[in-house]
């Protein structure tokens, strides 16, 4: 698994065909406060469940807040055969303070 920072995933926003799949693994009221458009909320807990909504050729971009529970999730995937792995450095917290300021931090 790499990590990809706030801004190398925005730049990839406008290069990447097909676009890497952005996979919010937050709680629901988490994904309800602040989230990045047109991400997949699949809380942690649930991914075990929802492998299956996973496409294991597609890069999928793991999304928390800090980048802990992201991780954690990206290893179980490749564990579970996903090749194309990345966890957002830092986070939902880092993505706002880098790109999207007017989003509301907690």
């Not at 996979?23 to 309800?32: G, I, T």
């Amino acid at each position: 698994m790499r990590d990809i920072s706030p801004s190398e995933l925005q730049s990839s926003f406008e290069t990447a065909n097909p676009k890497p799949l952005l996979l919010d693994v937050r709680e629901p009221q988490e994904y309800a406060h602040c989230h990045i458009e047109g991400s997949l909320h699949i809380p942690m807990n649930d991914i075990p469940s929802r492998l299956a909504e996973l496409d294991r050729e597609r890069e999928i971009v793991v999304i928390c807040q800090h980048g802990m529970r992201s991780r954690m999730v990206g290893d179980y995937l490749e564990r579970r055969g996903f090749g194309k792995i990345v966890n957002l450095r830092g986070g939902i917290d880092a993505w706002v303070l880098e790109i999207e300021p007017s989003m509301p931090r907690y």
